[in-house]
């Protein structure tokens, strides 16, 4: 009796665990949500995006990186926890794991990063053991990437924690698309108002 009595006390605290993670994943996605509504900076946008999801998967740090589409590369946007600032730091495409990730479109899961081959030579001082990174996409289209790691070895991270990386990362991606739109928009526009101030012929829009 004693032990059924544990066994359901045990499992109602493990529900009652869950059920709190769930309510602060909620919660964390619904700020991002505001946050993209309220049309802050692109870059403390991205910040904030990476910052919750570092904190909500119980993670040391982590990296946002965004493609520069007159190159190809990926460059770092946005890091958390990061003993050196990485922020402008260039990946090729297939270069480390924001690099790889982008060119397969598909999520990853790095048991130990120090062991993994495919280790970047500009992360060779990061101390960084399992690693979860997903790429940030519009539809199909890779526009950057997002990863997260544990320092400790005994640390790894779950199909819930992936599960949860993609929609954080899904919400990066929708601003960095509103931002590319927005800034066509306003290209356009100035393009626009040049060709009215230099046309011999006035223009008129009914």
């Not at 910040?47 to 990926?74: F, S, W």
């Not at 690099?99 to 030579?121: K, N």
Request: charged letters at 25%; aromatic letters at 4%.
């Amino acid at each position: 009796m004693a032990l059924a009595r544990i066994r359901l006390l045990d499992e109602l605290h493990a529900a009652a665990e869950a059920e709190r993670q769930r309510a602060n994943e909620r919660e964390a996605l619904l700020a991002t949500i505001t946050d993209l509504s309220a049309e802050l900076e692109l870059s403390r946008l991205l910040e904030a995006v990476l910052a919750r999801a570092v904190t909500l998967l119980g993670a040391a740090g982590g990296e946002l990186a965004i493609c520069d589409d007159a190159t190809g590369d990926l460059v770092i946007a946005a890091n958390h926890n990061m003993r050196e600032d990485s922020r402008g730091t260039r990946l090729k495409q297939g270069e480390g794991a924001m690099g790889h990730v982008v060119r397969t479109g598909e999520q990853m899961l790095i048991a130990d990063y120090q062991a993994w081959v495919g280790r970047s030579d500009q992360y060779a001082r990061i101390d960084a053991r399992a690693v979860v990174v997903g790429p940030l996409l519009i539809g199909s289209r890779a526009v950057g990437a997002i990863n997260v790691w544990h320092e400790d070895p005994a640390r790894t991270f779950t199909e819930a924690d992936q599960r949860l990386l993609t929609l954080f990362g899904q919400q990066a991606a929708i601003a960095m698309e509103n931002a590319r739109l927005f800034a066509a928009a306003q290209r356009e526009r100035q393009y626009f108002e040049v060709l009215v101030r230099n046309s011999p012929v006035a223009i008129v829009v009914l």
